[in-house]
């Protein structure tokens, strides 16, 4: 589990998916928006398919939200929109009332006038009620106590693993290594409360100027190599015990730690983001042949974010079914590399294997991805 690097996410996207939309609009409705002004030209409302261009005539990089004016729900939205430029909202209107809701960058809100829609079909696009933070605390609190409780099980097959390099025992060094590795995967989305321990803890030799060699090259899988490429056990207890020690600093760490409540819904597609680029690739392997293990790992990391986040999610996401049918078949298809106590590797798995696993972990992503908009701390004002 290495630490993620933040995905761009455009929650308008999100939106735009659960809304429906087909591409065949109505027609288009030019609106700027500015600092001082939002969307004041739609003074003549068409239900039905809709494409609004967005012009912002400002100085200010600006969010642009349709919105339910009786409670805030978001139809759609563009984030970002810089000075200059204009993008296309698109969405299906159905009879009802509507405001664009502007937020600025370091400036008020800004609400435009509301208008009526009395034609077209009588539902439109699904309005998203906004996440604050104190709805979020409740799945973030349920989070922290699900890490807390698997930080015993870490730290005990953690010490096993020193203990067994201390004893110059590699067969036993082994066989800890990879459960160990696999507690500390399953935290899944507490990560980036984890800071530079993150990296001392998961780190991968990429990019460090002496790959394997380079002294920054540390924990998990700093041993997983020497382990598997014949390297001396002396020359491996100061990573092995560096591994413990950190893994004890981020357990006392992590009760004061605060997690950003935006990192769980993004973790709930980030984590099998990164799995698919690092773990189904097997770029991650430095000799142990268990990516796979540690890409099933993973999926339970995914599970429990979204386990944490399924109060906010049932009202708000109506793909959650879906997506926790396209984890069950990712799930099912590692479980079966997994025989007589032994992970296929990677590059052992048949073309087909391989097709399967991919296909599956990319319609994970895909049913995943509106979460991190959809249940997202949205600015209120």
């Not at 600006?62 to 939205?77: K, S």
């Not at 090259?217 to 041993?223: A, L, N, V, W």
């Not at 770029?283 to 979204?306: I, K, M, P, W, Y």
């Amino acid at each position: 589990m290495r630490r993620a690097r933040r995905t761009a996410v455009v929650a308008a996207t999100a939106l735009l998916a659960l809304a429906g939309c087909t591409g065949h609009e109505r027609g288009e409705v030019a609106l700027t928006v500015s600092r001082s002004g939002c969307a004041t030209e739609w003074h003549d409302p068409h239900g039905g398919e809709q494409t609004f261009r967005v012009h912002n005539v400002g100085i200010n990089t600006t969010e642009v939200e349709l919105v339910d004016p009786a409670n805030g729900a978001v139809y759609a939205e563009l984030e970002n929109l810089g000075p200059g430029a204009t993008r296309p909202m698109q969405v299906t209107l159905g009879r009802g009332r509507y405001a664009f809701r502007c937020l600025p960058e370091d400036t008020d809100a800004i609400t435009s006038p509301t208008v009526t829609v009395t034609d077209g079909p009588k539902r439109g696009a699904p309005a998203i009620v906004p996440v604050d933070e104190q709805v979020l605390r409740g799945p973030v609190d349920t989070y922290r106590s699900s890490v807390q409780h698997a930080f015993p099980t870490l730290r005990r097959d953690v010490r096993r693993l020193a203990a067994a390099v201390r004893a110059g025992d590699r067969a036993a060094a082994r066989r800890a290594w990879l459960p160990a590795h696999l507690d500390y995967e399953r935290l899944g989305a507490a990560y980036g409360t984890f800071g530079d321990l993150a990296d001392a803890i998961d780190r991968l030799p990429a990019g460090l100027p002496k790959g394997v060699h380079d002294p920054g090259f540390t924990g998990f899988h700093r041993i997983e190599y020497g382990l598997w490429h014949g390297e001396s056990l002396p020359a491996l207890r100061r990573p092995a015990d560096a591994l413990s020690a950190d893994v004890t600093k981020l357990v006392a760490q992590f009760r004061t730690e605060r997690v950003d409540p935006n990192d769980l819904p993004l973790r709930a597609h980030e984590i099998l983001e990164m799995t698919l680029q690092f773990e189904l690739t097997g770029e991650a392997d430095q000799g142990s042949g268990t990516t796979l293990a540690t890409a099933r790992a993973n999926v339970d990391g995914t599970v429990a974010v979204l386990d944490a986040l399924r109060p906010v999610l049932k009202s708000r996401f109506r793909g959650l079914p879906a997506a926790d049918a396209a984890l069950h078949k990712l799930r099912t298809l590692l479980d079966a590399q997994y025989r007589h106590g032994i992970w296929t590797p990677v590059d052992e798995l048949s073309a087909a294997q391989r097709r399967a696993i991919d296909g599956a972990a990319g319609e994970a992503l895909e049913r995943l991805a509106p979460i991190a908009a959809l249940a997202q701390v949205r600015r209120a004002q």
